[in-house]
């Protein structure tokens, strides 16, 4: 095991080629000498598609698919997990020894053709997302925000909306609250 492992979301950074010199410099140093780490990296090298459409997204959060999830867990990291039903709020954290958050934003989502994901974090602007991946017959979108960024938040609340978009326009399939506070 490792005693200090690198953040799986740096980690991604780092294999996407978007660290800074010196900071992918020393990562790379760690990965070296640490078994651990080396094979969370190579998870996420197995997962590349996933792993660029998710960071692309933003570096706030990233959706991801059921078997990234999975991987991540197979790579030992600790996971939070959140599940909210379309229109309801969970109030939720993160502590400092969790690897990551994942939130379930469960809605009905046979025959959805193309899905966007809008997010409001409290008095900000409303980002969309636009053809997030998902998967249909498990009817959950898995939302990974960046595990570095929600350890330096203090309370606040983020608003999510599914939104289902087709040749008869758009349909909003439910709205989520996060009602996050510092552990
Ligand atoms: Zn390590």
Redesign the pocket.
């Known amino acids: 095991?490792?005693?200090?492992?690198?953040a799986f979301d740096l980690l991604a950074a780092w294999w996407l080629g978007e660290l800074p010199e010196a900071q992918a410099a020393a990562l790379e140093e760690?990965?070296f000498?640490?078994?651990?780490?080396?094979r969370?990296a190579e998870t996420l090298a197995a997962l590349a598609t996933g792993v660029r459409a998710a960071v692309q997204d933003g570096r706030v959060s990233m959706v991801v698919s059921a078997p990234f999830v999975e991987a991540m867990r197979q790579a030992g990291l600790r996971l939070r997990e959140y599940r909210v039903e379309a229109g309801g709020s969970v109030s939720c954290t993160i502590r400092a020894d969790d690897d990551a958050v994942v939130s379930r934003i469960r809605a009905p989502l046979a025959g959805v053709e193309r899905l966007d994901l809008a997010r409001m974090q409290a008095g900000g602007p409303e980002v969309r997302l636009a053809d997030i991946p998902f998967d249909a017959e498990s009817g959950e979108v898995l939302v990974v925000p960046s595990a570095a960024w929600l350890k330096t938040m203090p309370a606040f609340t983020m608003r999510m909306r599914l939104i289902a978009v087709g040749d008869a326009g758009e349909r909003q399939l439910g709205e989520y609250t996060f009602n996050h506070a510092p552990s």
């Open positions: 095991m490792c005693k200090d492992p690198i760690h990965l000498g640490c078994a651990h780490c080396t969370t």
